[in-house]
């Protein structure tokens, strides 16, 4: 059963990062707009922490009761990542490259990083695919413990080996940190949030639990160091969500199921956009208002025109009927 209304998050996710970086090209621009507006949309950046935590839902929610060959969904999720972003990524490396000016403060990346968003010691050209990174870590990791049919221990373990190097606080390499990095943990929460979901497990005040560590996190400045405890917090709204869907209480609509269907093609393509748009327009609120209506349609158009189309024609090529 795919669940509509994850989906239907997973596009407010993006909207929200959306209004993050909107929001922070107009202040650059157009000059700062106004504070309780900048301070709402300045924690748009927690749009990430729901993907990641609805990534590991997602991936062990389709995988649990299907016969999946590591090869089979190694091959499947690097396409699902690389079909959209290839084409975005290597255009904005290309542009970098011949105009260095365009990227902010010339903020520094690598070709490596941007062609294969291998953990490297430089970032990608686009500067929102280092979550991208922390997914394919991610995926590689699954893959493995899908070999050894040992989600569950493997999931556990590494989790211990993040927690002790945070703990310890263990000075490691830049490309080392997109494994121990304390967000990763959020894909363990998904993971275990569709186990729940799964196995029936009925949680009583779930959502008023699940609020706990998101009331904790604002309680300590919404910093981006604590979000893992926002992401605690939405793995359980995840899961209370999905049960009420699946007893057929909650009814999406459509168009939001949409937004969340083109929200990846959003992500990859909102900041290049923003870049331009902020450049277009003058005054703070028209700057915003324009970059996001902008990146909103151009998101949609790059999903229907290519990402839907280059997804389907993978599906049946690995698939002949």
């Known amino acids: 059963m795919k669940l509509k209304s994850l989906e239907a998050g997973r596009g407010v996710a993006a909207?929200?990062?959306v209004l993050h970086h909107a929001s922070a090209s107009?202040?650059?621009f157009s000059g700062q707009g106004p504070q309780a507006l900048t301070s709402i949309f300045d924690l748009g950046y927690l749009g990430v922490d729901f993907f990641f935590v609805l990534s590991g839902f997602i991936i062990y929610y389709s995988?649990?009761?299907?016969?999946?060959?590591?090869k089979r969904f190694v091959t499947g999720r690097l396409t699902r990542i690389f079909l959209p972003y290839l084409p975005i990524g290597i255009a904005l490396a290309v542009a970098y490259s011949v105009l260095p000016e365009l990227s902010a403060s010339n903020r520094e990346w690598g070709w490596w990083a941007t062609a294969t968003l291998a953990p490297s010691w430089q970032p990608p050209a686009l500067s929102v695919a280092w979550t991208l990174q922390h997914e394919l870590v991610f995926y590689a990791l699954f893959a493995v413990f899908l070999a050894?049919?040992?989600i569950g221990i493997g999931m556990i373990l590494w989790a211990l080996?993040?927690?002790l190097i945070v703990l310890m606080d263990i000075d490691i390499p830049r490309p080392a940190q997109f494994f121990f990095s304390l967000i990763n943990l959020e894909f363990g929460m998904g993971v275990l949030a569709a186990h729940c979901l799964i196995s029936g497990t009925r949680i009583p005040y779930l959502p008023t639990l699940?609020?706990?560590p998101i009331v904790a996190f604002f309680f300590m400045g919404a910093d981006r160091e604590y979000s893992v405890l926002f992401g605690a917090g939405l793995a359980g709204l995840i899961l209370w969500i999905a049960q009420v869907e699946k007893?057929?209480?909650l009814k999406v609509p459509r168009a939001f199921v949409f937004l969340g269907a083109s929200s990846y093609s959003l992500y990859l393509i909102h900041?290049?956009?923003l870049s331009i748009t902020s450049r277009i327009v003058s005054g703070w609120a028209l700057t915003l208002i324009f970059g996001v209506v902008v990146s909103l349609l151009a998101g949609a158009a790059y999903y229907l025109i290519w990402d839907k189309r280059t997804q389907q024609l993978f599906r049946r090529q690995r698939n002949p009927i």
Request: avoid cysteine; glycine fraction near 4%.
């Open 148 to 150: 050894f049919n040992r």
């Open 271 to 273: 900041n290049p956009l």
């Open 63 to 70: 995988s649990h009761d299907r016969a999946f060959a590591p």
């Open 210 to 212: 699940a609020t706990i």
């Open 15 to 17: 909207t929200a990062v």
């Open 247 to 249: 007893a057929e209480l």
């Open 26 to 28: 107009a202040n650059a």
């Open 161 to 163: 080996a993040i927690g």
